[in-house]
T-cell receptor
Framework: KQEVTQIPAALSVPEGENLVLNCSFT??????LQWFRQDPGKGLTSLLL?????REQTSGRLNASLDKSSGRSTLYIAASQPGDSATYLC????????????FGQGTILTVHP | NAGVTQTPKFQVLKTGQSMTLQCAQD?????MSWYRQDPGMGLRLIHY???????DQGEVPNGYNVSRSTTEDFPLRLLSAAPSQTSVYFC????????????????FGDGTRLSIL
């Protein structure tokens, strides 16, 4: 059974810092990995999607890497801003013919001015 | 373009009552799914559909029913509500199933917060 773990569970940083969120998964037979952002009381917003054949994806100040063989992904946020405060979740697609999404429990990020 | 719309946003039920959580999308997405989000458990897949008339069970399907009569709508029915079903329910859609992520990520609704007394 696929298990996804995110470390740390919570992170508080001052504005302007570069930071790294970690995601690990137990079964390397995945189709792709997504990073999501969830604001309080809201649904999930997809940030980046990395196919299993890719090593990284970038969008603005966000960069996500994938090392499928070691079961790891990192989300790098450059020059953090208070507006980046949210819960960040990673999810891997695999396991069934259609690709079931398995989510980690998330990292709660607080960026203070 | 509304995206994924879930109704109601909040609901309180008594044990044993039944209700339907509505989910609609206007993006012509074939793949739709329902998740529940619980503290310490993350999001877990309840049911999913790969197109009109086709549904299948996810990780935690017991106590829930779904149907997909149109591409746009994917309602989730609680047959006889139990306190263990107190949760936040999210509906998601995408053009392709998660396996074929390509550049088509999952789109989520804002959720239905359900309390069962």
């Amino acid at each position: 059974k696929q298990e996804v773990t995110q470390i740390p569970a919570a992170l508080s940083v001052p504005e302007g810092e570069n930071l790294v969120l970690n995601c690990s998964f137990t079964d390397s037979a995945i189709y792709n990995l997504q990073w999501f952002r969830q604001d309080p009381g809201k649904g999930l917003t997809s940030l980046l999607l990395i196919q299993s054949s890719q090593r990284e994806q970038t969008s603005g100040r966000l960069n996500a890497s994938l090392d499928k063989s070691s079961g790891r992904s990192t989300l790098y946020i450059a020059a953090s801003q208070p507006g980046d405060s949210a819960t960040y979740l990673c999810a891997v697609a695999g396991g069934t013919s259609y690709g079931k999404l398995t989510f980690g429990q998330g990292t709660i990020l607080t960026v203070h001015p | 373009n509304a995206g994924v719309t879930q109704t109601p946003k909040f609901q309180v039920l008594k044990t044993g009552q039944s209700m339907t959580l509505q989910c609609a999308q206007d993006m012509n997405h074939e793949y739709m799914s329902w998740y529940r989000q619980d503290p310490g458990m993350g999001l877990r897949l309840i049911h999913y559909s790969v197109g009109a008339g086709i549904t299948d069970q996810g990780e935690v399907p017991n106590g829930y029913n779904v149907s997909r009569s149109t591409t746009e709508d994917f309602p989730l029915r609680l047959l006889s509500a139990a306190p263990s079903q107190t949760s936040v329910y999210f509906c998601a859609s995408s053009y392709y199933p998660p396996r074929q992520g390509r550049d088509q990520p999952q789109h989520f609704g804002d959720g239905t917060r359900l309390s069962i007394l």
